[in-house]
Each structure stands twice: as C-alpha cells, then as structure tokens.
C-alpha cells in the first residue's frame, strides 16, 4: 500500500506517541490512519474505543474492523445493541464513550480513543459526546481525532496537551486524492436519479431526512422503468440477493426493492440488511 503524505505523516506521528487532529478531506484515507491506531493498540495490549456519530456508522466500522483484525477482538455497543464489549477494540456512538467517561473517569480502561467526526464538537444539541472524554478519560488516554471539516481550534488543541502531557500534531491537507465534483439542479429527484444511472454514474445515493420519505422514493425508483437492470447486472443482483435471510416483518419489502436495484439504509435496519446494502453498493450491483 501507498500511502498518501497526510496518511504517513498521520501514522508516523501517532506511533511516536502523540496525540493526531487529522484534519483531510473526504476519501483521503483517514480510515486507514485509524487502522494504523488500532494495530498499534492492539500490539501492545491496550484497551481502545472507536466513536462514530450514528449507529449505523458504528455497525458499518464494527464489520470492517472484524476484517482487518478478527471478530474476537473487535465489540460493538451502541445504546441498544452489545457485541463483545470486552474485545480490545470497541465500535461505539460518541455517547456511549461519554458515559464511560463520566462513570468511570480516570480510572477507565481507554488507553486509545479514534474519534470519527470530530466537527461535531462544535455542535450545541451532541457536541458534549466529543468533549467529554477529552478531559473526563485518563490523562495518558492518547487521541486521533479525525474530520474533513475542521477549522482554526488551537485553543482547544493546547488545551488538551497541557492536560495530557502529550504532544499534539495537526496533520491537514486540502488534497483531494478522490476528485469531488458537484452541480447544483431545478430537475426532479426522479429526472436527476435517471439522467446519472444513464450516464453510468452509479451507485446513487439520495438523502433523505426521515425513514418513510427514504423509503417512498425507494419505491418510486423501483417502479420506474427507466431504471430496470440489463439482465448480466439483474441475475447477479438476484444471486447476491436469494442467499441472504429476509425472514423479518420488513424483509420481503426490503428484498422487493433490492432485486429491482434499490436499497434503503437506516439505523432502524436489521444489522444484516445494512450490511447487504452496503455490500452491494460497493460492488456497484
């Protein structure tokens, strides 16, 4: 593997023992740097915690550190769901590390904290899920803190290495190894979704702020003829699709839609459905 200069600079300063503010764009490999922080942990036998800002996200990195490093020593918990929670290495919301944090204070057992999005500190309803562990964890608790939206926080950043006795390191770049490009349209949802799938711009993601427009858009594109599958793509979706469990309330709708080439993704998702989902999205099934 290449690494990108942010990555490597990220990876050399966090096994020389300091603190790391990764401050990259999306699709620069802050998730590799992760690794690198949780390799290291593991190695030498410490406890550490990876904070994501939604559940899903927690279920979606709990899987792709079983990957990398095996499903015993990789637990999950998010509030509601508990999975080997005494592995070396847990996937949780912010909030759940926040309560460790003020249960158990100094005395907690977090020799290594990632925090994905970290902008979220800034943010007045959840951004005490990012602040407390920073001074309520043990002092030699050592910190990746990781965002592609970061500003000017050198306040904070002296803040915490005075604290810990730690140095800190910024590593930033604007150096998008993945171009983002972006357009701005009057067009429906439904011309825009037809107008990129033709073009062979797909996957598609289309956001939505509530689970029941997200899933009504599903169907809409599902019905939508100009969106059927050729027949290569439409048998491998169906063998991806037949040898997975839709015995749920929500799975016959669920497997309905898939097999037309649409998912939906949610927190209140099965974690096998998420995972599926997400599987076929990336292999742009």
Not at 56 to 69: G, I, P, Q
Not at 96 to 102: D, P
Not at 255 to 272: E, I, S, Y
């Amino acid at each position: 593997v290449e690494l990108y200069p942010a990555q490597e600079e990220a990876i050399l300063e966090i096994f020389d023992g300091a603190h790391v503010v990764l401050d990259t764009p999306t699709g620069s490999g802050k998730s590799l740097v992760a690794v690198a922080a949780l390799f290291k942990a593991i190695g030498q036998g410490c406890r550490a915690y990876y904070t994501s800002p939604t559940k899903a996200l927690v279920s979606e990195k709990f899987f792709d550190l079983c990957r990398y490093f095996g499903a015993a020593s990789i637990g999950m918990a998010t509030g509601d769901v508990a999975v080997n929670t005494r592995a070396p290495v847990v996937c949780c919301t912010a909030e759940v590390l926040t309560s460790i944090a003020l249960r158990d204070g100094e005395a907690a057992k977090a020799d290594v904290v990632v925090m994905d999005e970290f902008h979220y500190y800034g943010d007045r309803s959840r951004g005490a899920g990012w602040e407390i562990p920073l001074w309520r964890l043990p002092r030699t608790t050592a910190f990746l803190l990781m965002s592609g939206t970061l500003g000017d926080n050198a306040p904070l950043y002296k803040a915490i290495q005075d604290r810990s006795g730690r140095p800190l390191r910024v590593v930033s770049s604007r150096e998008r190894p993945v171009p983002l490009t972006f357009s701005y349209s009057d067009r429906t949802m439904k011309a825009t979704v037809e107008n990129l799938v033709s073009d062979g711009e797909f996957p598609v993601y289309a956001v939505h702020f509530s689970r029941r427009e997200a899933l009504a858009t599903a169907h809409e594109m599902a019905d939508n003829s100009q969106l059927a599958l050729p027949e290569d793509k439409a048998a491998a979706l169906c063998a991806a699709v037949e040898v997975s469990d839709f015995n749920s309330p929500f799975g016959s709708e669920l497997r309905g839609l898939l097999l037309r080439g649409v998912g939906v993704h949610h927190a209140g998702l099965l974690p096998r459905y998420r995972r599926l989902v997400e599987r076929l999205a990336q292999d742009s099934v």
